[in-house]
């Protein structure tokens, strides 16, 4: 047995071995050599097991398979075909191309991130994008931040530390991954005072609580949740009013927040940062990366006074946005300005895509998978479904689609090989069946998404 061990080739000598030399060229000595141990390591404890010594050309093997697995990125491109379109765990919008240009010019050369060209001195990162948003909004100032999570808090943390924050108790819920308004608004330091009743809130219970202590009237939009039935709340212009009457600022979390109706589309109408604006609230916040269908930021526009007081608060620099996403931010607003996003922009074209251009592709991926190859238990067919826009934004919405429905025996293992792939397919199960919509697949990846599926399904039939 001891004879097994010494057969072992030593680190140094495997590092001399030919292929061993072009792996060094690619991922340089270190890695390798890192590589090497490892598999050398499996070997003598499988050795100590009684097995044989791995030869030389198996070490190498196994090394350049572990290298592959070291180098490449957690993070990879994934084919989402699950039908929602700004899908929070693949990554939310898509960008259009002139924004994915900006971000690598900017990436490449300095830039007047924080340099005034005029003056030849400092200058501020937050004036970047800030008079797009202004002139598309109406707003009279405008500061983007890392997120609109940041941004909530942040403009709490503002307007509201130290006083109390008037919100409907149908309003203090969590919007997602543990950000949930009353821990927010304890983080801040406001004080929350709830008011109305889980289905009914009134202004008269926003006016009842309303004292020399308030410091600021917060409505959030219901981006995720939807209450039905028997229920009430004060309209933006009676909370406005209030604000006005009190002189109490009035804050509202849009989440989403659009730029464009969503009506048109066959949707609800989600409320566009625009009216918000024009109603009187005196900031609003907005995600970047939701119906926006830019980069990830947090928006927050209104009031100039109240905006250079968040621009000067030591936390902004906490929450502060990178150059590149200011570049791609930029890119996508210019878009709405042109009157181009609907073209421009993916996540708007997705959500106006033709049903009869959805259902094509949906008949091509069927026709092009149902070949000899198709396993004898499984059929294909092409079938009504829904799409959603997801994200947090438009609760109990959809859009209809046409999917490829795979129906076979073992749905899950079905998922599971096709999230196997490169790139890794994302499908939905619906009744027992994989749906394949298309309304989120890009065209240019057709091709790959019916060899990734004809792949496995050849997997499948050769165990048949
Ligand atoms: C999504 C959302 C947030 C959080 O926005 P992020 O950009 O994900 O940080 C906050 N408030 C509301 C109402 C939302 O819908």
Known sequence: MTNEFRKLPSVDKLLTQPAVKTLITRHGPQL??????????????????????????????????????????????????T????????????????????MQQVASSYSNLEYDLDGGKRGSRYLHAADLLCRLTGAEAAVVVNNNAGAVILA??????????????????????????????????????????????????????????????????????????????????????????????????????????????????????????????????ASGDKLLGGPQVGLILGKRSLIDEIKHHPLIRALRVDKTTLAALHATLLAYLEQRAITEIPIWQMIS?????????????????????????????VLDSHSTVGGGSLPGQSLPTKSLAIIGPSPDKLAMQLRQTTPPIIARID??????????????????????????????????
């Open 431 to 464: 009744q027992n069946r994989i749906l394949l919509d298309p309304r989120t697949v890009l065209p240019a990846q057709d091709q790959t998404l019916i060899s990734n599926c004809k792949a496995v399904m050849g997997q499948t039939r050769k165990r048949e």
């Open 83 to 102: 039908g929602v379109i700004i899908h929070t765990n693949l990554g939310r919008a898509l960008l259009s191309e002139r924004a994915r240009q900006a």
């Open 353 to 381: 895509a033709p049903l009869d251009q959805l259902a094509q592709r949906a008949e091509q991926w069927r026709v092009a998978l149902d070949t000899a190859e198709l396993p004898s238990h499984v059929s294909l067919t």
């Open 156 to 285: 709490l943390t503002v307007l509201a530390q130290g006083h109390e924050v008037v919100i409907s108790r149908s309003q203090l819920v969590e919007i997602g991954g543990g950000f949930r308004v009353p821990d927010i608004m304890a983080q801040s330091g406001a004080r929350l005072i709830e008011v109305g009743t889980t289905n009914r809130t009134y202004l008269r219970d926003y006016e009842g609580a309303v004292n020399t202590k308030t410091g600021l009237l917060l409505t959030i939009h219901h981006s995720n949740y939807q209450i039905i039935g028997f229920t009430a709340e004060p309209t933006l212009a009676e909370l406005t009013s209030l604000s006005q009457k009190t002189s109490i600022p009035l804050m509202e979390d849009l989440g989403s927040g659009t730029l464009i109706d969503t009506a048109p589309f066959g949707l609800a109408h989600e409320p566009t940062i625009q009216e918000s604006i024009t109603a009187g609230v005196d900031i609003v916040t």
């Open 32 to 81: 390798v050599t890192v590589a090497a141990r490892a598999e050398l390591t499996i070997s003598r404890e499988q050795i100590a097991q009684g097995a044989e010594a791995t030869t030389i050309d198996a070490l190498i093997k196994a090394m350049t398979n572990r290298l592959l697995g070291m180098v490449s990125s957690t993070l990879q491109p994934v084919i989402n075909a």
